[in-house]
């Protein structure tokens, strides 16, 4: 039987020859090097980019925050106190009955009776946005908002790594409810690229924190549903289907020129980069494509002339934020829904209101002056059908189309040229009378029936001003 050494007789490690001593080292530092490099490949899979925060039954939830007394029972919020149109939000206890966005209100009394129906503040809104931007600047800064009740942060340096990019999360979420109050929960999600970590928001709702690092990226996706990636709705979801993709694993084995085909656009190959991490943002020359304002009439506004009125508002509306944000419209629609007596032929709208439905368009020349859209508009209004099951209008709703930013606007040439310069600085004053002192200080008279049949909604991709 061998012996164990004698520890006496062993050479020690300075006494060891020097070849040894440098392969000693040598595998030393090849170890660490190693163990570094697993470490450096772990940290860049598990790096993130980007947090998105996403408020949680945002409308509700101010309610019940500035009024105790909601709190705990289910509310809905609604533009106006009719049964016939539809809740804007529920909150969470209405959910838990099926109460959701765009339940008709009959339907929602239905479901829970208990329901607390608000009438929509929208002031109170937009002033809760701005405590939960200040609260989440103090974390980190705030690089979009994308909504009234979602916005995105750019991560950097030491805010990148999984952990502290969770740590951080946390940290946004206990700063709003510590901040600007205890109802107000939000949901996090964290992820390479702006469009992955939306969609992580949205995979744990109420008052989730999700990250989609790159080296689980796959198998997430994979266990969820196309409508559950923003940009496809129910038509998209449909066109997809009948090209053969049902599932987010048909849409993932897609290659980037397939993924361009199908959608028929470059949104398509924006999408399939996208889902696979990279972390780009829209190109220069992406800009709004259109904008639309709507609006249900209450019973009372149900007349030709006040429906008229009211869509006078809504394009005026529509020309402040064309010019707000630069734009030029070459399009213009216009949509009316008309109540008709209830019968076995007759369509139920998705207000609960037996109605026909009618829409047209026509081109203009690059415009976003109040005087040729308005014209526009009446052009359109003046095509609507006739006869006595179209004289009670009970949806109006209004849309510039095609919209074209002012560095790609052509100029009116020769005798318009001037004129349109003119035109373009009186629209500038009026503008800033209006945003400073309110929306009727300079408006035509013909919106005078309307200005409390249309107050200012919340546009969910944009923070509107207080016209």
């Not at 012996?3 to 000693?24: K, V, Y």
């Not at 945002?58 to 509310?75: D, K, N, T």
């Not at 709208?349 to 026909?356: D, K, L, W």
């Not at 029936?449 to 107050?455: G, I, R, V, Y």
Request: with cysteine.
């Amino acid at each position: 039987m061998a012996s164990a050494p004698n520890p006496a007789l062993s050479p020690a490690p300075e006494e060891w020859p020097e070849e040894l001593m440098n392969l000693g080292r040598e595998a030393e530092a090849a170890g660490r090097e190693q163990e570094e490099a697993a470490l450096a490949d772990f940290a860049q899979d598990s790096a993130l980019n980007w947090l998105f925060v996403d408020l949680n039954s945002y409308f509700a939830s101010c309610e019940q925050e500035a009024r105790p007394e909601l709190r705990g029972r289910p509310v809905g919020v609604v533009p106006m106190m009719a049964d016939t149109t539809c809740c804007i939000a529920a909150s969470y206890e209405a959910k838990a009955f099926g109460v959701r966005t765009g339940t008709i209100v009959a339907d929602a009394k239905r479901m829970c009776p208990e329901i607390v129906l608000v009438e929509a503040r929208h002031e109170l809104y937009i002033d809760f946005h701005h405590r939960i931007v200040e609260a989440v600047e103090s974390c980190v800064p705030v690089t979009a908002v994308c909504s009234i009740d979602e916005m995105a942060c750019r991560l950097i340096g030491r805010e990148r790594p999984l952990l502290a990019a969770i740590d951080l999360g946390m940290r946004v979420k206990q700063t709003i409810r510590e901040h600007v109050g205890p109802m107000l929960r939000s949901s996090v999600g964290l992820a390479t690229n702006r469009y992955l970590a939306k969609i992580a928001s949205d995979m744990e709702k109420p008052d989730g924190l999700v990250a989609l690092p790159l080296d689980i990226l796959p198998e997430a996706l994979g266990q969820l549903t196309l409508r559950d990636l923003p940009g496809i709705g129910a038509r998209t979801e449909k066109r997809l289907n009948e090209k053969g993709l049902h599932t987010m694993n048909d849409l993932l084995a897609l290659d980037c020129e397939q993924a361009g085909e199908i959608w028929g656009s470059v949104w398509g190959q924006r999408l399939w980069h996208w889902l696979r991490g990279e972390d780009f943002e829209m190109a220069e020359l992406e800009h709004q494509k259109s904008i639309s304002h709507s609006h249900v009439l209450a019973p009372e506004m149900r007349t030709p002339d006040a429906a008229w009125a009211v869509a006078h508002k809504l394009i005026h509306k529509a020309a402040m934020r064309l010019r707000s944000k630069g734009l030029w419209a070459s399009n213009i629609g216009l949509a009316i829904g008309f109540a008709a007596p209830r019968s076995e032929n007759t369509p139920v709208s998705r207000f609960g209101v037996p109605a026909r439905g009618w829409r047209s368009e026509i081109k203009l020349h690059e415009c976003q002056d109040n005087q040729t859209l308005i014209a526009a508009l009446r052009r359109l209004w003046d095509s609507q059908p006739k006869g006595a099951q179209y004289q009670h209008p009970y949806f109006i709703g209004v849309q510039l189309n095609n919209l074209i930013p002012d560095r790609l606007h052509t100029l009116a040439l020769f005798d318009g040229l001037e004129e349109e310069q003119s035109r373009t600085r009186l629209l500038a004053t009026m503008d800033q009378i209006n945003d400073k002192y309110g929306m009727s200080t300079l408006a035509p008279a013909a919106m005078l029936t309307a200005w409390k049949a249309a107050p200012t909604r919340i546009a969910f991709h944009s923070i509107p001003d207080l016209f």
